[in-house]
T-cell receptor, first 117, second 113 residues
Framework: GAVVSQHPSRVICKSGTSVKIECRSLDFQATTMFWYRQFPKQSLMLMATSNEGSKATYEQGVEKDKFLINHASLTLSTLTVTSAHPEDSSFYIC?????????????FGEGSRLTVL | KQEVTQIPAALSVPEGENLVLNCSFTDSAIYNLQWFRQDPGKGLTSLLLIQSSQREQTSGRLNASLDKSSGRSTLYIAASQPGDSATYLCAVKRGQAGTALIFGKGTTLSVSS
C-alpha cells in the first residue's frame, strides 16, 4: 500500500513557540492531504483539508491563523502550530489518497505527538 | 452533516470468543467505509476497506459488512486473541477524491488470556 510519513513523531516545546509538522507521501503524489487531531481517548477530528498549490480549507472552529497549512508540492504538506499553548497538546495525524487510484482509500501517517509545556 | 456512531464504546471478552463491533452513519451517501485499528499512543492501521457497492470484505479473522441503505457496518472478529486488544475505528468517506474520512469514536476492545 501507499506510504505516508510524518515527522517528527514526538515534539515537546515551550508555550509561545511555533512547531512545524511535516507530512510526506513517499511513493505517490497527493493533490489533497488531510490533517486530523486526536485528544486522549477521543476520536480523530478533521482539522483541515490541504490542497496542493492553493489555500487549505479549515473545519468550523479551527483557527486558520493558528494552524498554518502549506501544501507546496504534491508530496509534502506541513502543519505549523503557531504560538503553541498547553491546550494545543494533542496527537496530530495526516492522511492522503494515492492519486490515480479509484478506491478512494486514504493512507495515514504515524502521527505526531505534541506536548506544549 | 455526517455522524458516525460506534457501539459499544468498550468491550471485554475472553480469548477465543467471536465478537461483533457495530458502526452506524447518518448519511447513506457514502463512497466507502474503512475500519482501522489503533494501539495506545500509535497511529492507525487500516484493516478493511469496503466500497459502497460492496456488501462485505474479509481479511484473515476479520470480516466487515456494509448495509449502505440502513447506514450500518459491522466488524466481525473470529477467535479473538489478546493481540487483538486495541481501539477499533470506523470511518466513512463521502466522495472519491478530495474528501476526508469522518470517524466514529471507536470501540476499545480488551481480550483477556
Amino acid at each position: 500500500g501507499a506510504v505516508v510519513s510524518q515527522h517528527p513523531s514526538r515534539v515537546i516545546c515551550k508555550s509561545g513557540t511555533s512547531v512545524k509538522i511535516e507530512c510526506r507521501s513517499l511513493d505517490f503524489q497527493a493533490t489533497t492531504m488531510f490533517w486530523y487531531r486526536q485528544f486522549p481517548k477521543q476520536s480523530l477530528m478533521l482539522m483541515a483539508t490541504s490542497n496542493e498549490g492553493s489555500k487549505a480549507t479549515y473545519e468550523q472552529g479551527v483557527e486558520k491563523d493558528k494552524f498554518l497549512i502549506n501544501h507546496a508540492s504534491l508530496t509534502l504538506s506541513t502543519l505549523t502550530v503557531t504560538s503553541a499553548h498547553p491546550e494545543d497538546s494533542s496527537f496530530y495525524i495526516c492522511s492522503a489518497g494515492a492519486g490515480g487510484m479509484d478506491t478512494g482509500e486514504l493512507f495515514f501517517g504515524e502521527g505526531s505527538r505534541l506536548t506544549v509545556l | 452533516k455526517q455522524e458516525v456512531t460506534q457501539i459499544p464504546a468498550a468491550l471485554s471478552v475472553p480469548e477465543g470468543e467471536n465478537l461483533v463491533l457495530n458502526c452506524s452513519f447518518t448519511d447513506s451517501a457514502i463512497y466507502n467505509l474503512q475500519w482501522f485499528r489503533q494501539d495506545p499512543g500509535k497511529g492507525l492501521t487500516s484493516l478493511l476497506l469496503i466500497q459502497s457497492s460492496q456488501r462485505e470484505q474479509t481479511s484473515g479473522r476479520l470480516n466487515a459488512s456494509l448495509d449502505k441503505s440502513s447506514g450500518r457496518s459491522t466488524l466481525y472478529i473470529a477467535a479473538s486473541q489478546p493481540g487483538d486488544s486495541a481501539t477499533y475505528l470506523c470511518a466513512v468517506k463521502r466522495g472519491q477524491a478530495g474528501t476526508a474520512l469522518i470517524f466514529g469514536k471507536g470501540t476499545t476492545l480488551s481480550v483477556s488470556s
